[in-house]
């Protein structure tokens, strides 16, 4: 399951062309769940910029560390924690990577899995709304995952789900066809990313430094006999 987010400034501001932004971006170079990201939700009709606790609090969960950061597509429809939120409140987080791990000798080697182009994307979550008193609330997200494509297994086995600009309007709006959305829930095609390995000091969460997300190695691509 996806852990570490690339969330840099200029992904945010690039995500959607009509999206608009009342609160201010909450941008980082290693991001982790238990804090507010970005994130784009529908509002009058237009794509709009909200921040959310990482990390899925329904109001009738007990302990916090229990929240689940990522939800799997296939039980969407199976769990009373997602399945309110997938037929109603779906948002989209945009991102510039995922960081993953590769087992080695001894260690485990940090990947940053990116778009091969090193444009934005945009990651599938779905979020609810636990109030705290009558009048304020908690607004909080989980990404939703699929299968890896083939070529990325060595690092993860499911990544978050991605949703293309096309359809960031499907999936957004609240009533949407539900046979439509879970169309939307696919593996990735590998050839739309690449994967980079970058240094372990990304092991850290707290670590932000921007030599994290730089390159030690060469990108890892799909080769043209792989199946996603």
Known sequence: MTGRLYIPHSCIESALPDMIAPVATISGVNMAPRQALSAIRLESGRPTLAQLFWGLTPPWLKVL????????????????????AFRARR????VAGMYAWRPGPGYKQPY????????????????????????????SFALITV???TFLEPLSERLPAII???????WLTPDSNQEALEGLLKPTS???L????VSRRVNNPREQDPSCAHPIGRMMRQLPEQES
């Open 194 to 197: 690449g994967a980079f390995p």
């Open 91 to 94: 948002c989209l987080i945009p």
């Open 164 to 170: 293309s600009s096309d359809d960031a309007a499907t």
């Open 190 to 192: 590998g050839e739309l």
């Open 112 to 139: 940053l899995i990116t778009r091969s182009d090193r444009g934005p994307l945009l990651l599938a979550a779905i979020w609810c709304r636990f109030h705290t008193t009558l009048c304020h609330y908690n607004d």
């Open 65 to 84: 560390d229990h929240a689940p950061h990522c939800a799997r597509a296939e039980n969407l429809g199976k769990r009373t924690m997602f399945r309110e």
């Open 147 to 149: 299968p890896s494509p």
